[in-house]
Structures are given as structure tokens and as C-alpha cells.
């Protein structure tokens, strides 16, 4: 298994629709890099990323990033394929969608035992990430952190949980302020880590370093 507890200060999302990106993605020294498969491709478009997927992760060097998979939520009829292809790819690592529960987490690990099986993989070899993007993900971080042992950490997914809180960006993150401490509290008490949500403005990279700063955080992480 992936060391649950390596550094991931910084964890990079490539869309899987666009194999330049996934091949050179590792140049930029990043402790993670996460191959979106979800909002990153288009609907028409999953079954294309998934073979580019596939052949990126048989044939580029990643130079000892950590290679993680973001699957689409499991309500939709994708994500059983999507951990298919991760796997047999020799993906480190399966970061689950719109995570709202402790079943969700043992609904994916048991997708991803049966494509360890099927695909010669060692059997827990696969870590989970969880990424929380509702309020009753939130809620329920602390059950979902204890729901594999395969689970390394928990995101906090700032835009989707804005929509559900029905709120907007503010550049002092005041609105996700409860939903962040939830995260951290949960983590902390179950041994996983967090992870905060993505940082998208690259027109202001020095108030993202200044951020990082002011809260004492490493890139992505609680």
C-alpha cells in the first residue's frame, strides 16, 4: 500500500481528457497529482479519458509523485469503470467524488478490492481519499474517516459545497470557515489527514502564497 501518511502539501488536478497535460504534469515537483475524471472531462468524453488514463500511468515516469484518480460520484454509471481503469493502470491512490456517507466509502472500496482481484493488484494496495462536498458529507466526516483502512485523508471541495450551502466565494473564506474546522476536528480525532479545497485563481498566486502563509497551511492541506 501507498504510505497513508506521505507528504502531500501540494496535489495537482490534470484532467484525464488531455494526455499533454497528464505526461508532463509531473515537472511541476507536485506530492500528489490527482487525474480528474470527473468534472475536468466531458459526458461524452469518459470513455476516452479512461483509455488515455490507462496508457499515461503504463508508460510515463511520474518521477515519484503520487498518482491519484478523482472518479465520478456514485450516482452516476461511470464510476465503476473509472476504478476499473485506475487500477489496472497501477493508480496509487482513488479519490472518491462527492462523498456524503460512510457507505459511499465501503460501496468504492468494494469496487476496488474486485479490481485488485481482477487485475493482479495487491490486495489493500489501493489508498481512498474522500472528498466531502456537501453539508451532509460535513457532517458525517468523522464516520466517513473511520469507514476503511484503506482511507488517507478528507477533502474539503469548496465550489460544489458553496452551491449546496447556497453562498459564493469570499477571499477570506469566511463561508466554509465551520465546514473547514468540521474537517480538521474529524480528521484529527480519527488519525487520517485533511486536505483544503483547490486554490483556482492563478491570477493571484502571490495572494495564495500570502494565504498559505497566514493560516500556517502547506498548498492543500489542513
Given amino acids: 500500500m501507498t504510505d497513508k501518511n506521505r507528504l502531500r502539501r501540494t ?21 500528489s497529482i490527482i487525474f480528474d475524471l470527473e468534472d475536468a472531462v466531458a459526458e461524452n468524453q469518459k470513455d476516452a479519458a479512461r483509455f488515455s488514463l490507462y496508457h499515461a500511468l503504463k508508460t510515463v515516469d511520474f518521477m515519484g509523485c503520487e498518482r491519484i484518480v478523482r472518479i465520478n460520484g456514485l450516482e452516476t454509471p461511470h464510476w465503476h469503470e473509472d476504478i476499473r481503469a485506475a487500477i489496472a493502470g497501477g493508480i496509487d491512490g482513488i479519490r472518491i467524488a462527492k462523498c456524503d456517507s460512510a ?61 449546496s450551502m447556497q453562498t459564493k466565494y469570499y477571499p477570506s473564506g469566511n463561508e466554509i470557515i465551520v465546514a473547514r474546522g468540521q474537517v480538521l476536528l474529524a480528521a484529527r480525532a480519527s488519525g487520517v489527514q485533511a486536505y483544503d479545497t483547490v486554490f483556482t485563481d492563478f491570477n493571484d498566486m502571490d495572494g495564495f502564497r500570502d494565504d498559505v502563509k497566514k493560516k500556517n497551511l502547506t498548498a492543500s492541506r489542513l
Avoid at 495537482?12 to 506530492?31: C, H, N, R, W
Avoid at 468494494?110 to 451532509?136: D, H, V
Fill in 11 to 31: 496535489m495537482m488536478f490534470v484532467s484525464a481528457q488531455t494526455p499533454g497535460l497528464m505526461k508532463e504534469a509531473y515537472i511541476y515537483g507536485p506530492d
Fill in 103 to 163: 457507505d459511499d466509502v465501503k460501496k468504492a472500496e468494494y469496487q476496488i478490492e474486485l479490481a485488485e482481484i481482477e487485475f493482479g493488484r495487491e490486495k489493500g494496495s489501493t489508498l481512498i481519499i474522500a472528498a466531502l462536498e456537501s453539508p451532509l458529507g460535513i457532517l458525517n466526516a468523522f464516520e466517513i474517516c473511520k469507514a476503511s483502512k484503506r482511507l488517507a485523508g478528507i477533502a474539503i471541495s469548496g465550489g460544489d459545497l458553496r452551491k
